[in-house]
């Protein structure tokens, strides 16, 4: 079991960049692949990144491909997303995922087993 706590989101300008943090409080945090997600108002859930438990392999959304950029660290528990080039379209909450299994995080927005209360992203034009 895992238990998910993001952070650093905030407002920002658009062009401008911000960097998520997801820290995981468990033993066996480096078992479990990560994932963000985000969730604008009035909008569905979406993908956005995964990493597998190493960090070998990321998977990111066409949407967000070149300006966002996964990355774990391990021995700090702590997954990352780091957000350039922030765009309007790009304003939602933000939540990281945990799951034993990389293809319940890039192939289904809900199955994920663990979750982080989210945090908020907006992005001013």
């Known amino acids: 079991q895992v238990q998910l706590e993001e952070s650093g989101g905030g407002l920002v300008q658009a062009g401008g960049s911000l960097r998520l943090s997801c820290a995981g409080f468990?033993?066996?945090?480096?078992?479990?692949?990560m994932g963000w997600f985000r969730q604008g108002q009035g909008k569905e859930r979406e993908f956005v990144a995964a990493?597998?438990?190493?960090?070998?392999?990321?998977y990111y959304a066409d949407s967000v491909k070149g300006r966002f950029t996964i990355s774990r660290d391990n021995g700090k528990n702590t997954v990352y997303l780091q957000m350039n080039s922030l765009k309007p379209e790009d304003t939602a909450v933000y939540y990281c995922?945990?799951?034993?299994?990389?293809?319940?995080?890039?192939?289904?927005?809900?199955?994920?087993?663990?979750w982080g209360q989210g945090t908020q992203v907006t992005v001013s034009s």
């Open positions: 468990s033993d066996t945090f480096g078992s479990y692949a």
């Open positions: 995922a945990a799951d034993w299994l990389l293809r319940k995080i890039t192939l289904s927005t809900t199955q994920a087993d663990y």
């Open positions: 990493i597998d438990e190493r960090g070998d392999n990321k």
